[in-house]
């Protein structure tokens, strides 16, 4: 059926992703679901800023943190977003090939910021902060836990994706989802770097 | 594509697979319905209880047990799914649409809002349900023994997953699914006032699943957010839950509004008065609802700052709502009205609804309120309000909507004896409960002592539950006994809004051909306009649907599974769950389905038999 549907990229409309009424749907609800992440998010962002003062006994923000491996973590994920757009433009301009190509590298620097992430998590657990060790600690992996989890699954999302449509071209059904993916993976970027100031910058400097 | 029906034969695996907006629907108001007969019988429980001073009919733990499920199963699996029924049956035929949105979703909001009810319900079996209020204050809640709380919270998480999914949904349909001319100023108050609703949802629900998360990272995984030793609070739970909270009640109001707002100008044989400012004041009702959640938190200590600012946020929203009440009157002001049952409910929601706006607006009076906090007068106050509003509401839907939804009119004389002993037995039961918070009677307790003069107006209370409790039975056995009133159904009231150009029910890709929607009231505008038929915007031609499937239950009995996995801290469990659920959104997300094609001649033939 898919491949019945294809089209090439003459036939392909400028738009692909919204040129269909179930590709503008599409797009338009998940801006709505991005709207209620951002209200989770604020929660779990609330949340942490009521408690980050709260550590207990434990080791606090400024005992923890290393500033530049946050950096680096934010540097690669900001150019993961990059690669998506270039993936996005590609897609636009009916390129199925650099579309995979850049969201491959989507998903390969996502992966690194995961693997970093986890070795940061590693980290502070051996220096003593346990999920239980404290207000702080509970609210401090919960926000950054759940982003964890949102990039996690941004990557299998876009790999399924990726391995789903290696073949088929660019269609009117698969521009949506490629579109959403992106969508999704800018926002989990945004929020990172709500995370990055509000976690890092302030457990450091304020 | 294909144009294969691929419809079954088997009715039952035809429901499963459902993803019919108005099958759907029917499938909530079942779901809610059954909900409803549950957390009713919990009530009388309660209220036999209390019948008494000192009364053991019941031991304290049941009754904490009854009052939380009480209020749980009639917030979040009674009230809302019911309107959610009504929602799905009538938004996509109001704005002249096929489908919704995403049919698709819509099956799996239903599914996550069942499997999550029932396995709230499952508590009854395993060593008692959740006993620390529908609110769930820590450490009450955090502290609380066995896995009565556990189960609340992985209940409310599935089915507040359903509902967030059902919200969007709806945003999504409503802006992009109306037919040609159907203008949002040309929308029917009922599709205005559900949409606003679902932008509250998207927005309020959020905050509930993070509260809830926390809850259960705290309960299970060992988290310290409300643990006070360990720099804690446990006012953050109170804020989560009534960032949520509040929102909510508008969430259950504004489409009952909605549905008085299609039923009044109906019944009155006149045009709402003040369509644009019945909209509006339902915009700045969803906003406002947003600024006053800390009303809930006058007694907390927030500070006399923080408390005026509430106070005075929450006293503004009377006044859009009055600006509905005012309008609601003025439709009726020398309008030709029709005493059918569905307008005795609006009638009656006028009158009962304004009481329990007025206790509200006393309980934000935030130094009054250090009085009314926690006493009976609270309890009267919310249920003037939700019974008085939304229950009303939804009986008035039910029987202006069910020869739509059904194809017969429901019994008009059942239907006055159940409108008058409902309005009695309601006044009766709750009335009286303004008098003993203002005597002192907590609320939330499951006796009291035979000297504190509580007994007899506990005693009128529970005659009043009775009496409603007869009523509601009338209306089931109407339910079985009106069958036969078949004739005059596709627009029995000389309706006004596009879902009564339909058959009943109607055809199950709705419309043979979408409507042109030529100003507002857009089916009255044809009748006396036009030649009283509506105009079509497209040619006669095959019509695409979406086909079934079993991933939405699929999906759902997946995160059932998982959720006992967290309740029992069985961690393959946890796996086998998520499993399921992530393999079925990803065969989802890999098989395409573009649905099938109705072909024109099927249609000609619908056309021909109707
Ligand atoms: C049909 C008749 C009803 C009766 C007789 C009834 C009775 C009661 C009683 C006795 C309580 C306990 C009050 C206390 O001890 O503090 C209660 C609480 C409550 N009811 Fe109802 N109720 C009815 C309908 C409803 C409906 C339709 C809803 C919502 C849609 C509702 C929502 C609640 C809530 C949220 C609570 C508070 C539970 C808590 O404190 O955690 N009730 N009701
Ligand atoms: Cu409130």
Redesign the interface.
């Known amino acids: ?2 491949e ?2 294809a089209s090439t990229y003459e036939q392909l409309p400028p738009n692909p992703e919204t040129a269909t ?1 179930d590709g ?2 599409k797009y ?2 998940f801006w ?2 991005l ?3 951002t ?2 998010f604020g ?2 962002i ?2 942490y800023l ?2 980050r ?4 006994d434990g080791p606090g923000p400024a005992d923890l943190f290393h500033l530049d491996l946050v950096f680096i973590m934010t540097m690669i994920l900001l150019t993961s977003s990059l690669t998506s757009v270039m993936a996005i433009i590609n897609m636009k301009r009916g390129s199925h090939k650099k579309l995979l190509g850049w969201m491959w590298g989507t998903v390969i620097l996502g992966a690194a910021f995961l693997g970093f992430e986890i070795y940061e998590f590693y980290d502070y657990y051996q220096q003593g902060l346990g ?9 401090f992996y ?1 926000l950054v836990g759940t982003h964890g989890a949102h990039v996690l699954f941004g990557i299998l ?1 876009i790999s ?2 990726l391995i ?1 449509y290696r073949n088929s071209g660019i269609t009117l ?1 698969n521009a949506p ?1 490629f579109n959403t993916a992106v969508l999704y993976w800018h926002f989990i970027d945004v929020v990172w770097v709500f995370i990055f100031t509000v976690v890092y910058l302030l457990g450091i400097g304020g | ?1 294909s144009t294969a029906q691929t419809g079954s034969k088997n009715v039952i695996w035809d429901w499963l697979t459902t993803v019919d907006h108005k099958k759907i629907g029917i499938l909530y108001l079942a779901g809610g319905a059954f909900f409803f007969v549950l957390g009713g019988i919990e009530a009388i429980l309660m209220r036999i209880q209390l019948m008494f001073p000192e009364f053991t009919f019941l031991g304290a733990q049941t009754f904490n047990e009854l009052l939380t499920m009480h209020g749980t199963t009639m917030i979040f699996l009674a009230a809302m799914p019911l309107l959610f029924g009504f929602m799905n049956f009538i938004i996509p035929l109001q704005i002249g649409a096929r489908d919704v ?2 049919p698709f979703l819509n099956a799996l909001g239903f599914w996550l809002f069942l499997f999550g009810g029932l396995l709230l319900n499952v508590s009854w079996f395993t060593g008692g349900a959740p006993d620390a209020g529908w609110t769930a204050y820590v450490p009450l809640s955090s502290e609380s023994a066995g896995q009565g709380l556990d189960y609340y919270l992985l209940g409310l998480q599935v089915s507040g997953l359903g509902t ?1 999914i059902g919200g ?2 709806f ?2 349909t409503v ?3 109306r037919a040609p001319g159907m203008s949002m100023m040309r929308m029917p108050l009922f599709t205005w006032s559900s949409f606003v609703a679902s932008m509250l949802i ?6 509930l ?3 809830l ?2 809850l259960m ?2 309960r299970l ?5 409300f ?1 006070v ?5 446990v006012i ?1 739970w109170q ?2 839950f009534w ?1 949520f909270g509040h929102p909510e009640v508008y969430i259950l109001i504004l489409p009952a509004f909605g549905i008085f707002s299609e039923v009044i100008p109906t019944f009155a044989k006149k045009r709402l008065f003040g369509y644009s400012a019945m909209v509006f004041a339902t915009l700045i009702i969803g906003f406002l609802g947003f600024m006053v959640w800390a009303h809930h938190m006058f007694t907390v200590g927030m500070g006399p700052v923080a408390n005026a600012i509430f106070a005075v946020a929450t006293m503004a929203i009377a006044v859009p709502t009055g600006i509905k009440i005012f309008n609601w009157l003025l439709t009726l002001w020398g309008g030709r009205i029709r005493f059918t049952t569905a307008n005795l409910w609006a009638l009656g929601f006028i009158p009962s609804f304004v009481m329990g706006g007025v206790t509200g607006v006393m309980l934000a009076v935030s130094a009054a309120n250090y009085q009314f906090h926690d006493t009976y007068f609270v309890v009267a106050h919310f249920h003037y309000v939700i019974i008085g509003g939304v229950v009303f509401g939804l009986f008035a839907g039910a029987y202006f909507w069910w020869p739509k939804m059904f194809g017969y009119r429901l019994n008009e004389t059942m239907g006055k004896w159940f409108f008058w002993l409902f309005l009695i037995g309601f006044h009766l039961t709750f009335f009286v409960q303004h008098f003993l918070g203002l005597l002192g009677m907590q609320r939330r307790v499951a006796s009291y002592l035979e000297g504190q003069g509580f007994g007899d107006m506990n005693f009128v209370s529970t005659m009043g539950a009775f009496l409603m409790s007869i009523a509601f039975i009338i209306f089931l056995i109407s339910i079985f006994t009106s069958k036969k009133n078949t004739e005059n159904v596709n627009d029995p009231w000389d309706g006004r809004s596009l879902e009564w150009t339909t058959t009943s029910p109607p055809l199950h890709y709705n419309y043979p051909q979408t409507p042109l929607v030529r100003g507002l009231d857009a089916f009255w505008l044809e009748k006396y306009e036009g030649d009283g038929r509506m105009k079509a915007a497209e040619p006669l031609g095959d019509i695409h649907m979406p086909n079934p499937t079993i991933l939405p239950i699929v999906i759902s009995l997946g995160l059932t599974i998982a959720s006992f996995g967290f309740i029992y801290l069985v961690y393959w469990l946890i796996f086998v769950g998520l499993g399921i659920t992530f393999g079925a959104m ?1 065969i989802r ?2 098989k ?1 389905d ?1 649905g099938h094609h109705i072909p024109v001649d099927e249609i000609k033939r619908d056309l021909e038999e109707g």
Do not use: C, Y
């Open positions: 059926m898919a019945q549907q009424l503008r749907n338009l609800g709505f679901f709207g209620g992440e209200v989770l929660s779990l609330g949340t009521g408690l003062a709260g550590t207990a999920f239980g060790t404290s207000a702080f600690s509970s609210a919960a999302w399924t994706l789903r059904t989802k | 594509m949105a995403f967030l969007i949904n945003l999504v802006i992009n699914m998207l927005f309020a629900f959020p905050a699943t993070i509260g998360l926390l990272l705290e995984f060992g988290g310290q957010f643990a030793d360990f720099g804690g609070n953050i804020h989560l960032i990803f997300s890999v395409e573009h």
